[in-house]
């Protein structure tokens, strides 16, 4: 049978806004074929993410952490055991100073990676896993990082978009959430670009490829994909680079998806029409 990956986003897509993984979606991906590599992405950090990881029964494999800047190779001992297999960094300084004139009331949180964050104060209780550590300005630019969050919990969406577009950010990817929180990576980083890696190392045909997601850093990976799939509750600019749109979240829109893939492993058939013709333009653009 042929090897697919399928790229799970987990917020909004494989969890419940409230984080929690049902049992039907929980039970679909345990049910998928031996054939089909489950790979996580996620904006989440190591901390964040190893403790879905065993609750999904994944034993091997890859995720994708911090929105494509760290990967890790999945251990099956202990449960939710894990080496870091690739990182990428990048200073934040110039970034932070420029983000600090613009938004000074900002909330700045660097990855301490599979520790926590270090935060210049702290974030709102249950935003951030992990220790978070109060730092000075110095200790929060002084070293090369994985990725930089902001947050401006007082602070609209629409207008916190506002201020990031004005400030201008050169050298660096980055993603705005759903709340006033922006993500910042190292330029040309992202979950699609992490996810090639892993799709070479693995071994899987860029036709096989599947990915699913809901926000604006599951932009790239979902047109990456040989077939990519935004979730109902996605925002309309998500829907428009996907090739299908499942249902929302909150009605466990994705498994109707794993069940579909599983029913075309079996069946020894492209999961959806066209896949193989969207791979062919995606992957040699």
């Known amino acids: 049978m042929t090897k697919r990956m399928l790229c799970l986003d987990l917020d909004g ?17 345990r049910a998928l074929p031996d054939e089909v590599e489950v790979v996580i992405a996620t904006g989440r950090s190591i901390i964040a993410t190893t403790p879905i990881i065993e609750q999904l029964g994944l034993r091997h494999g890859f995720a994708v952490c911090s929105n494509g800047a760290v990967t890790l190779e999945i251990n099956p001992d202990p449960p939710g055991g ?6 990428v960094t990048f200073d934040p300084r110039p ?21 926590g964050f270090k935060v210049s104060r702290q974030f709102p209780d249950g935003e951030l896993m992990g220790i978070t550590r109060e730092v000075s300005w110095e200790e ?15 602070t609209t969406p629409e ?8 400030a201008g950010l050169h050298g660096v990817t980055y993603a705005v959430g759903w709340s006033a929180w922006l993500d910042i990576n190292p ?11 892993v799709r070479r190392r693995i ?41 299908e749109v499942a249902g929302d979240v909150d009605d466990d829109g ?19 029409e066209g896949t193989e013709s969207r791979a062919t333009a995606r992957f040699t653009a």
Request: proline share 6%.
């Open 95 to 115: 970034v932070l100073e420029r983000l600090r004139e613009a938004m000074p009331e900002a909330l700045i949180a660097v990855e301490d990676l599979g520790v």
């Open 13 to 29: 897509t494989t969890l419940l806004h409230t984080g929690e993984l049902t049992e039907g979606v929980r039970s679909a991906v």
């Open 203 to 243: 071994g899987v045909e860029p036709p096989h490829t599947v990915a699913c997601g809901d926000q604006r850093n599951d932009l790239e990976m979902l047109y990456w994909a040989a077939w990519g799939v935004a979730m109902g509750n996605a925002p309309d600019e998500v829907k428009a680079v996907a090739d």
């Open 159 to 166: 207008e916190f978009l506002a201020l990031v577009e004005r």
């Open 187 to 197: 330029e040309g980083v992202s979950k699609a670009s992490a996810l090639e890696l």
């Open 140 to 154: 929060l630019v002084s070293e090369p990082v994985t990725r930089v969050t902001l947050r401006q919990p007082e």
């Open 254 to 272: 994705l498994v109707p998806i794993l069940e579909a893939l599983a029913a075309s492993v079996r069946a020894g058939v492209p999961f959806r």
């Open 82 to 87: 894990y080496s870091v297999a690739d990182t």
